[in-house]
């Protein structure tokens, strides 16, 4: 069974940089998208940044041009960059990979101050 680890979160003050990473226990083949979520105290999960079939990456129009999702698939791992830190970035950032099964990870709180 896949098991996807989250680590890189914790407290920045507004303006920071932090990179979240994302390793999955194994190999998960195939892929049909993968990426990151949200959810902030009293909101709903929402997609932050993803790969999707065709190459293609979505940003949620909130972090477009401060955050860069990436992987490297040799470690079996994926990144989310995120610079100029607000404080509505304050979540639970949650890991995603959609192959033959959904997969998620345990979460990593993000607390940015101001």
């Known amino acids: 069974q896949v098991q996807l680890v989250e680590s890189g979160g914790g407290l920045v003050q507004a303006g920071g940089s932090l990179r979240l990473s994302c390793a999955a226990s194994t190999t998960i083949f195939p892929i049909y998208s993968m990426g990151w979520y949200r959810q902030a105290p009293g909101k709903q999960r929402e997609l932050v940044a993803a790969f999707f079939s065709g190459g293609g990456i979505n940003y949620a129009d909130s972090v477009k041009g401060r955050f860069t999702i990436s992987r490297d698939n040799a470690k079996n791992t994926m990144y989310l960059q995120m610079n100029s830190l607000k404080p509505e970035d304050t979540a639970v950032y949650y890991c995603?990979?959609?192959?033959?099964?959904?997969?998620w990870g345990q979460g990593t709180q993000v607390t940015v101050s101001s």
């Open positions: 995603n990979v959609r192959g033959r099964m959904n997969y």
